[in-house]
């Protein structure tokens, strides 16, 4: 089975993939949670949560490299857990759907990046899920539900051309509901 997680920043997709994690750690199941290096915001080898929760997570590089040894390593456990797949390549996903044969596979990612496109691993990943749980978070402007992600740069919407990768928290990205989210100019 694959489960698929996304939603925008702070929605709570981290604290869901920890929260089903630990079900199957408790009913005596053996998981791994895999993280890229790439994000080492609140703790380097633990997935961290905005809210402070934290799981023991086995670190591989965001790369081919990464997706072969999650593949590997995968197979020995019932359940394989993946955050933030959005900055692996695409090729994560069809590793994760094969890995789902047989095991629990739950993956988390964000689906939209700051200009308002597609992660094309998550994009993927979501195709291939038995099962797709889409989160919001709140629009930090009106309070009501957030499904985009504004980067930040001073106070105002970062352009179009900044980098498609920068890894941060509330000090550069809020989320924001469809009528707050400016689309990058
Ligand atoms: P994600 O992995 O989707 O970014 P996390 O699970 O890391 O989400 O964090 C979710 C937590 O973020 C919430 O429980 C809440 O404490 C905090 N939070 C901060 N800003 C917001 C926001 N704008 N909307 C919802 N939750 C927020
Ligand atoms: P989160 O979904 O767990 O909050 O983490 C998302 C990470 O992705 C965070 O480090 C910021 C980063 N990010 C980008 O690199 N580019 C983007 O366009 C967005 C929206 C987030
Ligand atoms: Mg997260």
């Not at 929260?19 to 053996?30: F, L, N, Q, T, W």
């Not at 790369?63 to 040894?69: H, M, R, S």
């Not at 200009?115 to 309070?143: H, N, Q, W, Y």
Request: hydrophobic share 45%.
């Amino acid at each position: 089975m694959l489960v698929v997680i996304v939603g925008p920043m702070f929605a709570g997709k981290t604290t869901e993939l920890i929260r089903r994690v630990e079900r199957y750690v408790i009913a005596g199941k053996r998981a791994i949670v895999f993280k890229p290096s790439i994000d080492a915001r609140y703790d380097s080898s633990k997935v961290a949560a905005h809210n402070g929760l934290k799981f023991g997570a086995y670190v591989v590089p965001p790369d081919e490299v990464g997706v072969e040894t999650i593949g590997k390593l995968g197979l020995d456990y019932d359940v394989v857990a993946v955050d933030e797949v959005q900055f692996f390549p695409p090729r994560l996903a069809d590793v994760l759907n094969e890995l789902a044969d047989g095991r629990v596979v739950i993956a988390a990612g964000l689906n939209l990046d700051f200009r308002g496109e597609p992660f094309e691993t998550t994009m993927r990943a979501m195709a291939f899920a038995d099962k797709v749980i889409s989160l919001t978070a709140v629009c930090k402007v009106c309070g009501r539900p957030a499904t985009r992600t504004q980067r930040l740069i001073n106070g105002a919407p970062a352009p179009k051309n900044s980098p498609r990768i920068l890894v941060g928290g509330g000090d550069s990205y809020e989320a924001r509901c469809r009528r707050h989210y400016v689309r990058p100019a």
